[in-house]
């Protein structure tokens, strides 16, 4: 019974030290640290395990006028190994119930092999309890096409990838919930102190994707041979996201924090229909015969102008040959918070 | 009293605040550091890499040091550039027969007659080079609230030189029929970084060798060549001891490219086993030709060009190690 009665006052002590998420000890020994309400106002006998002892056993030492270490660890029970405390400071920064409203002026892929994203986003938190947060992330990608790499593959080998493969997302929106594991401080050059914590989140979401059927063309100066045209693209349908990802959030007060994330957005590609064709209207399309689906959008190649065979015969080729694959967007995402 | 305790406690605690390297618990200055590094390239398009490497250091101070660094990367083709090999070795280039069709004549299909070679290829082995680290930053974060870990972030540059590997899939020097990897009777199939050796071998094993042939290049042009290498990258140490530390990091290893477009595939060797006209013999045979030595045959016979601005390969390599300190 006795040891039950322990088990129940050291409860909350574990239960902090699993969600404890301060550090940088103020004492110069780490083996030592104090926990914070303790140190704002001493435990109460009946709190402590050592409560059965008589007051004057479990009396902590006195705490000498202006000293810092034993002033603080004033009321902990050091005094018995057997207790365990946690934590170790102020955490100056809080968040359980507030919102954090977040733009990321730049998102930029860093795995682009046949795609090439950059763009920007936008991400609504409410933090729910102090390491748990809900969001939900918009993102646009005013740069969404293939990469150089698949423009030198079909330039100098006549390779290309497949239409799966190249696809590229350009307007999306994710919401899942956002965890903090790890909250800590660091000097940057001896004197300035920075409050930072480490995120990881994940969520589901939707995307609108699209394949480059003409790449853009970009005459040298002078060359009289060649002719400026933008990049033609075949619109191939809203894909369903998952997303995961991770990075630290940097304090610059209490309501401003700088972002730094690395996201994989994750879905499935299948390209069954350009431009809400599929390979028997585009054939149709192509030989200029019949009447193509109620679904099949075919005003959309006429854009930009001038290239509507070309695209439409891109799109037979490329439909000819099924092709599906899981794509991941590995994108950083940098940005600054208002936490309100 | 109270309020006069309380007021030296708080003044106290300020102080202590701003000295944020108070409790710097694992100090680094004056002191020589050796590290053993294992990494990969981190964006692998027609070359993917793995380094082993090793490292000495200095620190000056806490916060700079100066590291000479080096070692070994394994380099080798991605599936990509495997696609590329085979889809360019199988196109003809030698040109269809007029018509009427001469006697004797054995047309190709021209597919790619004039061609460029690709960038980013060199594949990077040796390499040595000195950097500046500076590690401006020195925190801790307890992990789970019990274990409080001391770590650093640095930024580091400098420069050095690195032994480079290339094949060509385009430049090749001999087409003939190779085997079909695709084909399950081949046992024995070889790539472009297997020697001449190997492949004259393969191609005489009729044994394990039954499958089907198919157009392709037997000899691709490999050279071999010295360049400087500039890098920067960044990460962090992780203090396991007052002796030892754990370190992340990413690092940018920069080159200049080097390649060659409008190579005659034909002249250069287009039908050279089908015995048809073409091939030039006057190309060095051996492999592993300096770049220069390429050069001078393109300069000398027109039959290709050194690519004018060839731009800069990146390697990007994530770096895993464990660091010493003395």
Known sequence: MAVLTRLKRLLPFVCSSLFATTSFAQTESPEVPVREETAKEPAKPSDTPTAEKKPEETKPEEAKPGDVETALVRGVPLGNENVSVHAVERKPYTNQGRFEATLYPFTGQVNGKFTQHFGLAAMLAWHVQENIALQITPYYNYLAQESSFDDELINKGRLQAQAATALCTYLGATGGIEVTPIYGKFAFYKETLVHFSVVLNAGVGAGLTRLELIAPVSCNQGDLMCTNSPAAYGDTGLKFLGSVGGGFRVYLGQQVALRLEVRDIVYTAEVSTINGCDLTDVTILQKGMGTPSAGCNSNAFNSPPGLRPNQIAVSESLLSQSSSDVLNNVLIFAGVSWIF | ?326
């Open chain 2, 1 to 326: 009293m109270v309020i006069s305790i309380a007021s030296s406690v708080t003044a106290r605690a300020a102080e202590v605040e701003n000295e944020a390297v108070r409790n710097r618990e694992f100090t680094v200055e004056k002191r020589v550091e050796v590290g053993a590094n294992f990494g990969l390239t981190i964006l692998n398009m027609l070359t993917s890499h793995i380094d082993a490497s090793a490292d000495v250091a200095y620190n000056f101070t806490e916060a700079w040091a100066l590291v000479l660094g080096g070692g070994y990367a394994f380099g080798s083709h991605t599936s990509v550039a495997n696609d590329v090999f085979r889809e360019v070795g199988s196109k003809d280039p030698v040109p269809p027969c007029p018509t009427p069709t001469p006697p004797g004549c054995v047309g190709g299909s021209g597919a790619l007659s004039n061609a460029a070679d690709f960038a980013n290829l060199w594949m990077m082995q040796e390499h040595a080079e000195l950097n500046l680290r500076w590690s401006p930053i020195y925190g801790k974060l307890n992990l789970a609230g019990e274990l409080p870990v001391h770590f650093q972030v640095f930024i580091t540059a400098g420069g050095g030189a690195a032994d480079f590997q290339f094949y060509s899939p385009v430049f090749c020097l001999q087409r003939g029929m190779v085997f079909d990897p695709d084909d399950p009777n081949n046992n024995d199939t070889f790539t472009e970084t297997s020697s001449q050796a190997q492949i004259q071998k393969s191609l005489s094993d009729t044994t394990n060798n039954t499958g089907a042939k198919i157009q392709g290049c037997v000899f691709p042009l490999s050279e071999n060549t010295w360049k400087p290498v500039i890098n920067f990258g960044g990460g962090l140490r992780v203090f396991i001891t007052k002796n030892i530390a754990i370190k992340l990091e990413f690092r940018d290893y920069i080159f200049p490219d080097q390649y060659f477009i409008n190579i005659n595939r034909t002249a250069i060797g287009g039908g050279a086993l089908q015995g048809q006209p073409g091939f030039d013999p006057s190309f060095p045979a051996t492999p592993n030709l300096s770049p220069s030595q390429v050069n001078a045959y393109c300069t000398r016979t027109g039959n290709c060009q050194n690519a004018p601005n060839a731009g800069f390969t990146n390697l990007v390599f994530f770096n895993g190690g464990l660091q010493w300190l003395f």
